[in-house]
């Protein structure tokens, strides 16, 4: 059975850093193409940052803070995630796509998903 499990998340003080994982395993998803998204209390799921082929992409709310990596021996993603700030609290979910296209795309186009881990970050 394909499955994506998400750890890393937690509480956090402004400023600081996590580091979120995303292990694969039974998955027959593109590995090529996955990414990290979002989603706040009373918000729409967004994306924060892709991988396609091992080029990544950042919403702009993100860029320079996120940075997505993949260790492919260890059929893991990452996301590491420094200043944070009080608005990036919101759970994070991993995902992949069986049709890969580049950049930030729409949560309704990915097909696989974690269960997501909760980051929280106070001021």
């Known amino acids: 059975q394909d499955q994506l499990v998400e750890s890393g998340g937690g509480s956090v003080q402004a400023g600081g850093s996590l580091r979120l994982s995303c292990a694969a395993s039974?998955?027959?998803?593109?590995?090529?193409?996955m990414g990290w998204f979002r989603q706040a209390p009373g918000k729409q799921r967004e994306g924060v940052a892709t991988?396609?082929?091992?080029?990544?992409y950042y919403a702009d709310s993100v860029k320079g803070r996120f940075t997505i990596s993949q260790d492919n021996a260890k059929n893991t993603m990452y996301l590491q995630i420094n200043n944070l700030k009080p608005e990036d609290t919101a759970m994070y979910y991993c995902?992949?796509?069986?049709?890969?296209?580049?950049?930030?795309?729409?949560?309704?186009?990915?097909?696989?998903w974690g269960q997501g881990t909760q980051v929280t970050v106070s001021s």
């Open positions: 991988i396609y082929y091992g080029v990544p």
């Open positions: 995902a992949a796509r069986v049709y890969c296209v580049p950049g930030i795309r729409s949560w309704v186009e990915y097909n696989y």
């Open positions: 039974g998955y027959s998803g593109s590995r090529n193409c």
